[in-house]
Every structure is written in structure tokens, then in C-alpha cells.
């Protein structure tokens, strides 16, 4: 079955980018002149994806707005003879159909995704948390797909290779490499100790579920930081059913952290010819 939902989590409170979260959602902080969340519904929508699902709180109302079309500034632009402005906002409320599901309590991850159960419906779907940026011409989020369709409809996890010291910040998985990239899951873990890691093959937030995931995630108790973790579902489904990872290709900025946001702004605007230049300058009067 062709996968057309991703269901992307959105609730959160951004409390590493306090203050300026304590009033914008961090998803709509932007590198450069877009918010964030934009460049991760732009990965799924070049995968395929055509209804995404926003598991959204109070206060996150913007999110489902900037994907809408505003009528008023197009007009607006249009009559001001900013055609390709005006077209360009357009464009944002065109290209994929959205939906929204409040999480009224904040217990984690996995009950996050749990709150998307009656709009994913019986058929799989894809899930992109936003706190990372995969780039590639070929989508990250697509390089799950094919996987999941090569293996009959398994679910699929996305996997990066992190130093060990680095496997207390992800669900890190325990597999059994099949060789280019893929693995079949034993197990998965989440945020280990280094020492307790079973591996350095770390989840960044892209996973393609069957359906079948929301049984898991009916069955798992509060686990690490006394939250329902997603990955203690996908080691569930693991016991049971074939789960695949697949290390994936690409370049990726961690926008979770201070650290990874500059980075990326800094790649974006280097790929600017003018910003390009403006930045420099600036790196060398400040540096
Ligand atoms: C979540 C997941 C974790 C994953 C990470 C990727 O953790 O629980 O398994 O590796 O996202 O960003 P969070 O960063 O939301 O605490």
C-alpha cells in the first residue's frame, strides 16, 4: 500500500530554546526565511507524502496556519505586482493536506504518536520529528519507503551512526547487520549509558510503522525519564514482528540543539551567493 500520512509530533515546549519559545513554537523558528517545520513537511511531501498529521498542543496554532493559504496577503501581494511572492506563498497551502490531533497531556513521545491512531487509520504511515534536518536528493524519509516496500511492509527505522559518547541523546538500536546499510532489529534502547549501548547506530526521528505500531504502544509502560517512549513500542514490535533500520545517506543538522541550529543556518546561507559573501564578511569583523 502506497504510504501517503506522516504523522509529525509538534507538542512539545522547546525548553532549549527558551525564551523565545515561551511565545513562538519552536518549530516555527526559522533558518533563514523559513520556520524549520517547513523544511521537514518538504522532505515528506519529495517522499511521497501528501496528509500530514500534526500531533499539536496549546499555544501550536501557527504551525497548522503557515500551512494554510492566506488569502488576504496574496491578494495583497498581487495587486502590489509581487506576483512571485504571491505564488510562492500559495504554493505553501497547495501541496499537502493538513490535519491536526491535540496531545492534552505531554506523557511522551510514544503517546504522542498514540494520539494519531484514528487519523492514521488502518494503513502505514511515516513519522518525522523535527528536531533534525536530513538533506539528500534522495529523501531521507523515501530512502524508509523503499525498504518498506522491498520488505513486504515491515517497518523500517532510520539510522545514523553517532560517536559512542553521543548514544545517551537517541534510541540506539541492537541489530543484526544485514550488509548496505541495513539491519534487522534485535532490540532497541532508549538514551543508554555509553557503556550500556548495544551499539552506535542511533534513531535521528524518521520511521515508516504499519498500523500495527499503535498495539505496541497500548502495551508499554512509562519508561525512561517516567515518559511512554516510542522506542520501547518499537522493541515490543521487534520481539514479535521483522522490524528493519536503515542507516541513512545525507547530510544531517541536529536543530534540536543551539549548536546544530547555527550550523545549519550558517550551510544554508553559504549555499547563497550573496549571504554567502555577507556572512563571511561578518565571521571576519566578529570573529
Ligand atoms: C526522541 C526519541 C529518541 C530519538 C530522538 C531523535 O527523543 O525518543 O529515541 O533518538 O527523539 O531526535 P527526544 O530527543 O525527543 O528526547
Given amino acids: 500500500m502506497k504510504i501517503k500520512k506522516a504523522v509529525i509530533p509538534v507538542a512539545g515546549k522547546g525548553t532549549r530554546f527558551l525564551p523565545v519559545t515561551k511565545e513562538i513554537p519552536k518549530e516555527m ?33 501557527s504551525i497548522a496556519d503557515y500551512f494554510d493559504r492566506n488569502q488576504a496577503l496574496e491578494t495583497f501581494l498581487e495587486l502590489a505586482d509581487k506576483k512571485s511572492q504571491a505564488s510562492q506563498i500559495r504554493e505553501i497551502g497547495e501541496k499537502v493536506e493538513i490535519f491536526t ?10 503517546h504522542a504518536i498514540k ?28 530512502q524508509l519507503i523503499d525498504v518498506h516496500e522491498e520488505k513486504k511492509g515491515s517497518a523500517v527505522i532510520g539510522l545514523i551512526q553517532v560517536p559512542q559518547e553521543e548514544t545517551s541523546k537517541y534510541g540506539i538500536i541492537d541489530g543484526v547487520d544485514l550488509g548496505d546499510d ?11 549509558n555509553p557503556a550500556d549501548a548495544p551499539s552506535d547506530l542511533a534513531v535521528p526521528g524518521r520511521y515508516v510503522f504499519t498500523p500495527e505500531i499503535f498495539k505496541y504502544l497500548e502495551k508499554i509502560e512509562k519508561g525512561k525519564g517516567g515518559e511512554y517512549q516510542l522506542t520501547d513500542a518499537i522493541k515490543l514490535m521487534a520481539e514479535e514482528k521483522k522490524v528493519f533500520g536503515k542507516k541513512m545517506e545525507g547530510q544531517r543538522f541536529d536543530t534540536g540543539s543551539m549548536e ?23 565571521v571576519e569583523k566578529y570573529k
Avoid: H, W
Fill in 29 to 61: 523558528i526559522p533558518i533563514l526565511n523559513k520556520p524549520m517545520i517547513s523544511l521537514v513537511v518538504e522532505e515528506a511531501i519529495a517522499s511521497g507524502i501528501t496528509e500530514i498529521i500534526f500531533v499539536t498542543a496549546r499555544g501550536k496554532e
Fill in 115 to 142: 494520539c494519531a491512531e484514528s487519523l492514521v487509520g488502518d494503513e502505514p504511515f511515516v513519522v518525522l520529528l523535527g528536531d533534525d534536518l536530513m538533506e539528500n536528493s534522495y529523501p531521507a524519509t523515501k
Fill in 260 to 282: 546544530g541550529y547555527i550550523e545549519a543556518t550558517v550551510a544554508f546561507s553559504m549555499r547563497d551567493k550573496s549571504l554567502k559573501e555577507a556572512l563571511l564578511n561578518a
Fill in 182 to 192: 541495513l539491519y534487522e532489529l534485535k532490540s532497541m534502547v532508549e538514551k543508554p
Fill in 101 to 110: 490531533v491535540r496531545q492534552k497531556e505531554q506523557l511522551g513521545l510514544g
